[in-house]
């Protein structure tokens, strides 16, 4: 008897035609079953947004007719479209769901406005395991092949092992080439901020409008950080949990005077 192949789910942020999904596919498809269920259009920093007033669209696509994966273009955020493929599309829970690639950092406090990210904390919560994957780069001409060796890595581990309940990993990569990438480091998140800013316009018409700009601060100097792996060569694997509750402030907030 053949070993069934697992089912893995790929989505993204960035759009379906994003050329880091298209290279998150490829190397999927040399894994399992690979079933495609992505936004339309970019949905960058959407984070962990659903559509709740709007309607939803999900069509069956073909962008490369010579991939055997079977792909859906949906009209909703990155969420949606994870819960799309579990409730309506898949006919069993994916083996595995890998989201990105992400063109762009995902990083430290990143990870809570990405759309890349919380797409794969939405399939952990409904218990798959699952990775999202960054590259440091914002071009739609990024390099992505110096990854698919990792993400390869990654994913296999990933199925062979499973995760820890509640946890996803978040992954970014150096804009490196392969040779260049020192290895993979298991890291914490860096305690970084961004300093923003709002640069203030008036259009045309007379109206004022806002572009948001601001500057990332890492003030973590520790060498076991997201951020430090990636300034000094490494692949960074940061162990996410999708549990928000501070479990260590529980002690001190039952000393105040609530009753």
């Not at 073909?62 to 079977?70: C, H, I, L, Y």
């Not at 798959?128 to 440091?136: K, T």
């Not at 806002?210 to 694997?237: I, M, P, Q, R």
């Not at 940061?238 to 002690?251: E, G, N, R, S, Y």
């Amino acid at each position: 008897m053949t070993k069934k192949k697992p089912l893995i789910l790929v989505t993204n942020d960035d759009g379906i035609t994003a050329p880091g999904i298209r290279a998150l596919i490829e190397v999927m498809n040399t894994i399992g079953d690979v079933c495609v269920v992505a936004p339309d259009s970019p949905q960058s920093g959407m984070g962990h947004a659903i559509t709740i007033n709007d309607t939803l669209y999900c069509d069956t696509v073909k962008v490369n007719e010579k991939e055997p994966q079977k792909e859906y273009s949906s009209s909703g955020t990155p969420v949606d479209c994870v819960k799309l493929a579990v409730n309506e599309i898949l006919k069993r829970k994916p083996d595995l769901c890998v989201s990105g690639v992400n063109h762009g950092s995902n990083s430290s406090i990143n990870v809570i406005y990405s759309g890349t990210m919380s797409a794969a904390v939405e399939a952990g919560t409904l218990g798959i395991p699952s990775v999202g994957f960054s590259l440091l780069d914002y071009s739609l001409e990024a390099d992505f092949e110096p990854t698919k060796k990792f993400i390869k890595k990654i994913a296999k581990q990933t199925l062979k092992n499973g995760l820890p309940k509640g946890v996803v990993l978040n992954v970014n990569f150096p804009k490196l080439t392969e040779k260049e990438i020192k290895g993979i480091k298991v890291c914490r998140q860096a305690n970084a901020h961004w300093e923003e800013q709002f640069d203030k316009r008036v259009n045309p018409l007379g109206r004022e409008y806002y572009w948001l700009t601001g500057e990332f601060v890492n003030e973590d100097k520790g060498e076991d950080t997201d951020e430090w792996a990636l300034a000094n060569g490494y692949v960074s694997v940061v162990p996410v949990q999708f549990d928000l509750t501070a479990h260590h402030a529980i002690k001190d907030l039952n000393t105040w005077k609530l009753s």
